[in-house]
């Protein structure tokens, strides 16, 4: 009698930052980096020039907000592996990104949050910038939810079901 699995973690992780793993209908568009790299899983803002894309800096409105950076194997590392494997992995400048601008993903949630929270982007300066949670400091998107609970500092899936409607956290300084 063979083994039933519930979910596919004996073999490698739930799950990483900017990973659509579900043959789920997602909208995915292509932009090109500008200004600095943008890591998986974080959500990016239209940039200067024609179809691209820019990091969110502490000023982002929600509504400037186009989508999630996906994940991709054909994207290198920007820095050196160091002992433990801890590097930098996302887009580059001037690389063409993935952006998910409808469907589900895997992204890192900060602070945790509970099933059908609305996502809040990270907008301030340091390592989570442009990493999504739920409440607390930062702009709120209204059409973007948590699919599952999720602890602080684990991976969760979000769906997004439109990014145009949304209103600022507060004390966001948006």
């Given at each position: 009698?063979?083994?039933?699995?519930?979910?596919?973690?004996?073999?490698?992780?739930?799950?990483?930052?900017?990973?659509?793993?579900?043959?789920?209908?997602?909208?995915?568009?292509?932009?090109?980096?500008?200004?600095?790299?943008?890591?998986?899983?974080?959500?990016?803002?239209?940039?200067?020039?024609?179809?691209?894309?820019?990091p969110v800096t502490p000023t982002t409105m929600a509504a400037q907000i186009i989508g999630f950076t996906v994940r991709s194997m054909a994207e290198f590392s920007n820095s050196v592996p160091t002992n433990p494997p801890d590097y930098d992995v996302g887009y580059g400048v001037d690389h063409v990104a993935s952006l998910l601008r409808k469907g589900p993903m895997f992204v890192l949630c900060v602070n945790?949050?509970?099933?059908?929270?609305?996502?809040?982007?990270?907008?301030?300066?340091?390592?989570?910038?442009?990493?999504l949670t739920a409440g607390g400091i930062g702009v709120k998107l209204d059409f973007v939810c948590w699919v599952d609970d999720v602890v602080a500092g684990e991976i969760g899936e979000v769906r997004v079901d439109g990014i145009f409607a949304s209103t600022t956290a507060s004390g966001s300084g948006a």
């Amino acid at each position: 009698m063979a083994i039933a699995q519930s979910d596919f973690t004996l073999w490698r992780d739930k799950a990483y930052e900017g990973q659509i793993s579900t043959t789920d209908i997602c909208e995915v568009i292509s932009r090109r980096v500008e200004t600095e790299m943008v890591p998986f899983g974080r959500a990016v803002i239209r940039g200067a020039g024609i179809r691209s894309c820019a990091p969110v800096t502490p000023t982002t409105m929600a509504a400037q907000i186009i989508g999630f950076t996906v994940r991709s194997m054909a994207e290198f590392s920007n820095s050196v592996p160091t002992n433990p494997p801890d590097y930098d992995v996302g887009y580059g400048v001037d690389h063409v990104a993935s952006l998910l601008r409808k469907g589900p993903m895997f992204v890192l949630c900060v602070n945790g949050a509970n099933a059908g929270d609305a996502v809040t982007v990270i907008t301030a300066r340091g390592d989570n910038q442009g990493r999504l949670t739920a409440g607390g400091i930062g702009v709120k998107l209204d059409f973007v939810c948590w699919v599952d609970d999720v602890v602080a500092g684990e991976i969760g899936e979000v769906r997004v079901d439109g990014i145009f409607a949304s209103t600022t956290a507060s004390g966001s300084g948006a």
